[in-house]
Each structure stands twice: as structure tokens, then as C-alpha cells.
């Protein structure tokens, strides 16, 4: 139904910054709250960051918060993660997921994802 595309990924220095791009299909992609996701090798799917379809509500991740900034142009059906002070244990790889008109925290909660886009963070 829903296609997702990741874009913007690569290898950053720690401190650096990185902006990544989600690209979405469809033609109701603003009644779409869409999040940002994470995972590591060997751990669990984590939230990042979260907006409504609006732009108008947004969440993060403690881990993140105040580092991390999430935003939507709704003209371009993109939602973007902006990354400043990038830590290590950022490396990982992103993903964007929506799962319809409700924001979540729950990756079981989301339906589509896209492919990932791999971010690494070196010491």
C-alpha cells in the first residue's frame, strides 16, 4: 500500500552531523503520523523520533532528544531526520515507518517500513 524510501545515510565522525530523507508514496500522505526507527546488530527495533501528520506534535527518544530533530514537507511527501552530535552508539541502521493516522512507540505497531539506510558513527 504504503512505499517507503530511505535516503541520506553514510559515515560520520562522532560529533558530526547527517540528515536523512524519507521518501513516501501515496496521495494521503499528510493524515500519515510517520516515526523514525533504529537498529543495531543483535538488538531490537528502537524508536527515534515521531511526527503527526501535520508536523504538529513530535516525540523522541531520551536518547536523542535535544540532538536529533525530526520534520515533514508535506509538498514533497518527505519526512526528514536531522542528526547533529552524533554519538557511536548512534551506528546503526534507520528506517521509516508509518502505520497510519495514530503515532506509536511500538515498531509492532507500524505496517510499512522501508529498506533501511545504514548510519555509522566512528570514535
Known amino acids: 500500500q504504503v512505499q517507503l524510501v530511505e535516503s541520506g545515510g553514510g559515515l560520520v565522525q562522532a560529533g558530526g552531523s547527517l540528515r536523512l530523507s524519507c521518501a513516501a508514496s501515496g496521495r494521503s500522505f499528510s493524515t500519515y503520523a510517520m516515526a523514525w526507527f533504529r537498529q543495531a546488530p543483535g538488538k531490537e527495533r528502537e524508536f527515534v523520533a515521531g511526527i503527526s501528520g501535520s508536523g504538529g506534535y513530535t516525540a523522541y527518544a531520551d536518547s536523542v532528544k535535544g540532538r536529533f530533530t525530526i520534520s515533514r514537507d508535506n509538498a514533497k511527501n518527505t519526512v526528514y531526520l536531522r542528526m547533529n552530535s552524533l554519538k557511536p552508539e548512534d551506528t546503526a541502521v534507520y528506517y521509516c515507518?508509518?502505520?497510519?493516522?495514530?503515532?506509536?512507540?511500538?515498531?509492532?505497531?507500524?505496517?510499512?517500513w522501508g529498506q533501511g539506510t545504514q548510519v555509522t558513527v566512528s570514535s
Open positions: 515507518a508509518t502505520g497510519g493516522s495514530t503515532l506509536y512507540r511500538g515498531a509492532k505497531e507500524y505496517a510499512y
